[in-house]
């Protein structure tokens, strides 16, 4: 294509000190001649020496030219005009196959960039580095999966510090399934074997996917250097045509390369470094935690009373200096209204992009599924470990739960428990010593002072074989009215698991002595809820039963060898006045617990955040979810 060359290349321009990569930089032009002076002032900063070509596409005026003859002091120049408009794949292919005899590489630079110290040299070397490396584009404030950060779009001055501040964490360099034509290096022998763009694509618009997808079906491939960052501080426009023509290119591109869809969704689902997606946490920001209640379903349960209990004191503590955010299924939402009012829910459709510097769950994490949404929304995670009741028992456990149990304390930041005996218990059970810390659970309000009761025997559990309920029952036949709370035979007149919880506190108030009869406990919160109503307790005595006697009271509970023990302790007590409890009496309350959480989370949203510890859990859960979709 036939050009008028207006500007020689300058040969007696400044020259650097340091010895040049052998790299030509292309610069298509089109009018934006303000633009076009920032670009080649930087580069005159930043890159000074190197060779330039300014492909101007036929502007109407002169505006183009007469900013490259300001350059022409100081920068090595070739200014090329264009005798008509070509569009930008055909001036882009006419300037590179200028280059290709000379052996250099061919830096592709829009007009509306400004680039930074070393970029060029960091990109040269990674795409050096390898030679199967036929791309490389640098990190930017708008270049879409190229962006700093990459899900929201911030001013340049602040995505620029931004990347100051994480690139150090980054890996010098990533395989990537696209390049970015703002700023692309590409590799001369590439692009002498596997051609230029392709002119389909004219004017413009998918022109750079399609090459990297036909140099990557030859086993090169795209890279960014995470280590290089140019702003691109425009989008260049097609005017009132542009969507038509890229819905047009976007056909092309996936008639052509139907992987292309694929591998960009991969990509974000699979590839994005764990530092690029948490990186507004370098940011100056407030923190924000998720309190993760997704394991609640819409009924009362040991899991929602904790969970509830320790919300309504923690949540005041936290939100001195974090903004808080509950996370439950719609279900268990609407179900738990009327305890939830005036909190802020995370929505996953609506809060797509939500990170969190902190993700807490008052559970422990039963599925894979709950421990990658952990995982990808929180920065620290932590938990509370309840007990391993479910990999104890032979008939509940399976390799799966039995892996993530251990897996899961692993990868959290921190995590508390409930007892001396459960930690000790997982210890033992795994063979492992995690600092799991130490949070006892507590009672709800004040004690009712009641006086002599001849109400009935309420015996506490569910239907688990360990929590032994049918076999207390049977034990008690005579002595005095049973009710079971929980149990294997759920229909029958003592079968009571589905009651609200004002049903069941019902069922306390009315009983003149409760019975708790479980084989294993991670604490027993009933216990002490029995014992702050002014009821006394019969339980089995086991180490968790004796921790949770030194922190409640002696006198309140009884506890017995076997079930066997059972009728006479119960007989004992029924006909007894009810313990008012003094006000002076020291019962652990739920404010108490609340402080402790509050003391223990607060610590570790102030601690820096574990970059190896997150990448550690990221690759976990990506390889998973890549053999087995997690969400």
Same mark, same amino acid.
Request: charge should be neutral; aromatic fraction near 8%.
């Given at each position: 294509?036939?050009?008028?060359t207006?500007?020689?290349?300058v040969a007696d321009g400044p020259?650097s000190?340091?010895v040049?990569?052998?790299?030509?930089i292309?610069?298509?032009a089109y009018?934006?001649?303000?633009?076009l002076?920032?670009c080649?002032?930087?580069l005159?900063?930043?890159?000074?020496?190197?060779?330039?070509v300014?492909?101007d596409?036929a502007?109407?005026?002169?505006?183009?030219a007469?900013?490259?003859?300001s350059?022409?002091?100081?920068?090595?120049l070739?200014?090329?005009?264009?005798e008509?408009?070509?569009?930008?794949v055909?001036n882009?292919?006419?300037a590179?196959r200028?280059?290709l005899?000379?052996?250099?590489?061919?830096?592709l630079?829009?007009?509306d960039?400004?680039?930074?110290a070393?970029?060029?040299?960091e990109?040269?070397?990674?795409?050096?580095?390898h030679e199967k490396?036929?791309a490389?584009?640098?990190?930017?404030?708008?270049?879409?999966?190229?962006?700093?950060?990459?899900y929201?779009?911030?001013? #340049?001055?602040?995505s620029y510090?931004?990347?100051?501040?994480?690139?150090?964490?980054l890996?010098?360099?990533?395989?990537?399934?696209? &390049?970015?034509g703002?700023c692309?290096?590409l590799?001369?022998?590439?692009l002498?074997?596997?051609?230029l763009?392709?002119?389909?694509?004219s004017?413009?618009y998918?022109?750079?996917?399609d090459l990297i997808?036909?140099?990557n079906?030859?086993?090169?491939s795209?890279v960014?250097a995470?280590?290089?960052?140019v702003?691109?501080?425009?989008?260049?426009s097609?005017?009132p045509?542009?969507?038509?023509?890229?819905?047009r290119?976007?056909r092309?591109?996936?008639d052509r390369?139907?992987?292309?869809?694929?591998?960009i969704?991969?990509?974000?689902?699979?590839?994005v470094?764990?530092i690029?997606?948490?990186?507004? $946490?370098?940011?100056?920001?407030?923190?924000?935690?998720l309190?993760?209640?997704f394991?609640?379903?819409?009924k009362?349960s040991?899991?929602?009373?904790?969970?509830?209990s320790?919300?309504?004191?923690?949540?005041?503590?936290?939100?001195?200096?974090?903004?808080?955010?509950?996370?439950? !299924?719609?279900?268990?939402?609407?179900?738990f209204?009327?305890?939830?009012?005036?909190?802020r829910?995370y929505?996953a459709?609506r809060h797509?992009n939500?990170?969190?510097?902190l993700?807490?769950?008052?559970?422990q994490?039963?599925?894979?599924?709950e421990?990658?949404?952990?995982v990808?929304?929180?920065?620290r995670?932590a938990?509370t470990?309840l007990d391993?009741?479910?990999?104890?028992?032979d008939?509940?456990?399976v390799?799966?739960?039995?892996?993530?149990?251990?897996?899961?304390?692993?990868? &959290?930041?921190?995590v508390i428990?409930?007892?001396? @005996?459960?930690?000790?218990?997982?210890?033992?059970?795994?063979?492992?010593s995690?600092?799991?810390e130490?949070?006892p659970?507590?009672a709800?309000?004040?004690?009712?002072?009641?006086?002599?009761?001849?109400?009935?025997?309420l015996?506490v559990?569910?239907? $688990?074989h360990?929590?032994?309920v049918?076999?207390?029952v049977?034990e008690l036949?005579g002595?005095g009215?049973?009710?079971?709370?929980?149990?294997?035979d759920?229909s029958g007149?003592?079968?009571r698991r589905?009651l609200?919880?004002s &049903?069941?506190?019902e069922?306390y108030?009315?009983?003149?002595v409760?019975?708790?009869?479980s084989f294993?406990?991670? @604490?027993?919160?009933?216990i002490?809820?029995?014992?702050?109503?002014g009821?006394?307790?019969?339980?089995l005595d086991t180490?968790?039963?004796?921790?949770?006697?030194?922190?409640?009271?002696?006198?309140?509970?009884?506890?017995?060898?076997?079930?066997?023990a059972l009728?006479a302790?119960v007989?004992?007590?029924?006909?007894?006045p009810?313990?008012?409890?003094? #006000?002076?009496?020291r019962?652990?309350?739920?404010?108490?617990?609340?402080?402790?959480?509050?003391? !223990?989370?607060?610590?570790?949203l102030?601690?820096?955040?574990d970059?190896?510890?997150i990448r550690?859990?990221?690759?976990?859960?990506?390889?998973?979810d890549a053999v087995?979709?997690?969400?």
């Open positions: 294509m036939a050009a008028e207006m500007l020689g290349r020259r000190t340091r040049h990569l052998p790299v030509s292309v610069i298509p009018g934006a001649a303000n633009p002076a920032d080649l002032e930087s005159r900063s930043h890159a000074p020496g190197y060779h330039i300014v492909a596409d502007t109407p005026d002169e505006s183009v007469e900013v490259a003859r350059f022409a002091t100081g920068l090595s070739d200014y090329v005009r264009r008509r408009n070509l569009g930008f055909e882009c292919n006419d590179i200028s280059i005899p000379t052996g250099r590489d061919v830096l630079l829009n007009s960039t400004r680039v930074t070393g970029f060029l040299e990109m040269w070397d990674v795409l050096h580095a490396h036929g490389v584009s640098p990190r930017s404030n708008n270049a879409t999966i190229f962006s700093v950060p990459v929201e779009r911030l001013p #340049p001055d602040a510090e931004l990347w100051r501040s994480i690139r150090g964490l890996p010098r360099y990533q395989v990537m399934p696209t &390049a970015v703002f692309l290096l590799r001369n022998t590439v002498r074997q596997l051609g763009f392709d002119p389909v694509y004017p413009g998918n022109e750079e996917n997808c036909r140099i079906r030859h086993g090169y795209a960014v995470h280590q290089a960052f702003f691109h501080l425009e989008s260049a097609f005017g045509g542009k969507q038509r023509l890229e819905r290119n976007r092309v591109l996936d390369y139907p992987e292309y869809l694929r591998k969704t991969e990509h974000m689902r699979y590839c470094d764990p690029d997606h948490f990186a507004p $946490f370098w940011r100056p920001h407030r923190p924000a935690i309190i993760d209640l394991h609640l379903q819409a009362h040991g899991a929602s009373d904790f969970a509830l320790l919300l309504l004191h923690l949540v005041p503590l936290l939100e001195a200096k974090a903004d808080i955010c509950l996370g439950l !299924s719609e279900a268990a939402r609407q179900f209204s009327h305890e939830l009012t005036g909190y829910f929505d459709e797509a939500a990170r969190f510097d993700v807490f769950k008052p559970s994490i039963f599925t894979w599924a421990l990658h949404r952990m990808r929304l929180g920065g995670l938990f470990h391993i009741i479910a990999v104890r028992c008939y509940l456990s390799p799966n739960t039995r892996v993530l149990f251990r897996t899961a304390a692993e990868l &959290a930041d921190h428990t409930i007892s001396q @005996f459960s930690k000790e218990d997982f210890a033992a059970f795994y063979g492992t995690i600092p799991f130490v949070i659970l507590g709800h309000g004040d004690p009712p002072v009641i006086g002599h009761s001849d109400g009935h025997v015996v559990g569910n239907q $688990f360990h929590k032994a049918q076999r207390a049977d036949q002595v009215h049973i009710v079971a709370l929980g149990g294997e759920a007149p003592q079968g589905t609200s919880r &049903a069941i506190a069922l108030d009315g009983a003149a409760v019975v708790y009869p294993y406990e991670g @604490f027993g919160l009933p002490v809820d029995a014992i702050a109503r009821l006394r307790v019969v339980a180490a968790v039963t004796q921790e949770v006697r030194a922190i409640t009271d002696e006198s309140s509970l009884v506890l017995v060898k076997d079930h066997g009728r302790a007989a004992g007590i029924l006909g007894e009810r313990i008012a409890v003094p #006000p002076d009496r019962l652990r309350r739920w404010p108490e617990v609340a402080r402790q959480y509050a003391q !223990s989370l607060g610590d570790l102030d601690r820096g955040l970059v190896g510890l550690r859990r990221w690759d976990l859960m990506t390889t998973i087995h979709p997690l969400s």
